[in-house]
């Protein structure tokens, strides 16, 4: 994603349609047939790729598990993740 930073504007239609500008698909990251998150926050409205917010709403949910779960390195999970493959593939 871009760290640019810049304003865009769009019509509203008749039925509530707005067509996500270029340079705004771009910066998000945005496809054709890619989804679309509005986070609507303070009078505010943050348009996110629904694929990126996803992450990160399981990454801040995840946050501490491993150290919960006695990871203290990614070497430690690594570990735990080949060890894993093997015993479903034994």
């Given at each position: 994603?871009?760290?640019t930073n810049f304003v865009n504007d769009a019509r509203v239609m008749s039925k509530g349609q707005v067509t996500i500008p270029k340079n705004v698909r771009e910066a998000l990251g945005i496809n054709?047939?890619?989804?679309?998150?509005?986070?609507?926050?303070?009078?505010?409205?943050?348009?996110v790729n629904s694929a990126v917010y996803a992450l990160m709403r399981l990454q801040e949910q995840m946050k501490?598990?491993?150290?919960?779960?006695?990871?203290?390195?990614?070497?430690?999970?690594?570990e735990w993740i080949t060890k894993s493959r093997r015993e479903d593939n034994a």
């Open positions: 994603m871009s760290d054709t047939g890619d989804r679309v998150t509005f986070i609507v926050e303070d009078g505010n409205v943050r348009v501490g598990e491993a150290l919960k779960a006695g990871f203290q390195s990614e070497e430690d999970i690594a």
